[in-house]
């Protein structure tokens, strides 16, 4: 079991540390963060960016809060591969534009919007309404269905 356990993660490409750049600090942001399960599978947030001066500085655990024009510069410096936008719908390309710029492989996007990145580059959109929606018809399909229980 150890030994298809490790090809899993083999295949995955869950067999060493990603480096993962966070730009928006805020709401999304910041529950992204503090999500534990990340680290724990190998996902390492090494840098969080932001524009608001109110943000940049700030401190979460062991990482400042950097201004987003530094993003090119620091994805060199610390081997950025992976990118997660947190960032207003508005935002999210110029976001994207940067990141793939600075040479990040791959791009999770939690704004609402539709991305444009070249070929080279993975990107994976979340949509929390649209997962709220599917949730909403799966439970209105468990609904509908008939009891199994009979009474006696």
Known sequence: ???L???????????HRWSVALV?????????????????????F???FDVSPDRVG???????????????????RLGLEIGVIAVPARAAQGVADRMVEAGMRGILNFA????FVPPQVALRNVNLAVELESLSFSIKALNARPSRRTRG
């Open 1 to 3: 079991m150890a030994r």
């Open 5 to 15: 356990k490790k090809e899993i993660r083999l295949i995955l490409g869950l067999n």
């Open 24 to 44: 928006g600090a805020g709401n999304i942001g910041s529950a992204l963060f503090s999500y534990k399960e990340f680290r724990r599978q190998g996902f390492d």
């Open 46 to 48: 090494a840098a969080v």
């Open 58 to 76: 700030l401190r979460w655990r062991d990482l400042h809060i950097l201004d987003v024009e530094s993003l090119g510069e620091e994805t060199q």
């Open 112 to 115: 609402h919007r539709k991305l």
